[in-house]
């Protein structure tokens, strides 16, 4: 069975300050594993994805999550915390075998202290 | 492209009233696919498509049904509203079959059900 945890619903960081949002998964079969962000009273976007090319993956607005199989997390990070980075971030793992099914966590809202 | 779109955006409805969302992409995809969005729940997969004539149970498909007449379209129906069908629905579609793929996302529609 495939699942994703995401610990902590709501996250809070200074503007400039590191972001770490955190992504467990389980699956049976090797995963591919993706962060998708959400502003307000939008759809989902692709932040960015892990195939299987490279442990740690960049994305857009300078996100970036290291795949690590021996913990089983794909933790997404952020150097530095810009406004504009206030959102819903959901982690999500794709599989083949049930018709490309993705499986979503529960989302962690981040917000940005000025 | 205007990509993933659905309509209606907004609907309020009275407990056993019907009613049809309808998603439509311009991408060509082969994949389609019904979340529901509830606070503190993230995505929960309603139906899902992989093809024109198909469709396949989610998660939770249980008071809704769906139909793919069109690769283009996926519709989703409400035969007799209920208040726990309240909820943001998002539509999604992706090409292909490898998992690596991502989903891109309409921007949603509020449903509520009075």
């Known amino acids: 069975a495939q699942s994703v945890t995401q610990l902590g619903s709501h996250v809070s960081v200074s503007e400039g300050a590191l972001v770490l949002l955190r992504c467990n998964y389980s699956?049976?079969?090797?995963?591919?594993l993706f962060w998708y962000v959400q502003y307000p009273n939008q759809g989902l976007q692709l932040l960015l994805k892990y195939t299987s090319a490279a442990t740690l993956v960049k994305g857009i607005n300078g996100f970036e999550a290291e795949f690590k199989k021996s913990e089983t997390s794909f933790h997404l990070t952020k150097p530095s915390a810009h406004m504009s980075d206030a959102a819903e971030y959901f982690c999500?793992?794709?599989?083949?075998?049930?018709?490309?099914?993705?499986?979503f966590g529960t989302g962690t809202s981040l917000t940005v202290i000025p | 492209n205007a990509g993933v779109t659905q309509t209606p955006k907004f609907r309020v409805l009275k407990t056993g009233q019907s009613m049809t969302l309808l998603c439509a992409q311009d991408m060509n995809h082969e994949y389609m696919y019904w979340y529901r969005q509830d606070p503190g729940m993230g995505l929960r997969l309603i139906h899902y498509s992989v093809g024109e004539g198909t469709t396949a149970k989610g998660e939770v498909p249980d008071g809704y049904n769906v139909s793919r007449l069109k690769k283009q379209n996926f519709l989703l129906g409400l035969e007799s509203a209920a208040p726990s069908q309240t909820s943001v629905y998002f539509c999604a579609s992706l090409r292909g079959q490898s998992s690596y793929n991502e989903q891109f996302f309409g921007p949603g529609t509020r449903l509520t059900v009075l």
């Open positions: 999500a793992v794709s599989v083949v075998p049930t018709g490309n099914q993705f499986y």
């Open positions: 699956s049976s079969v090797p995963p591919y």
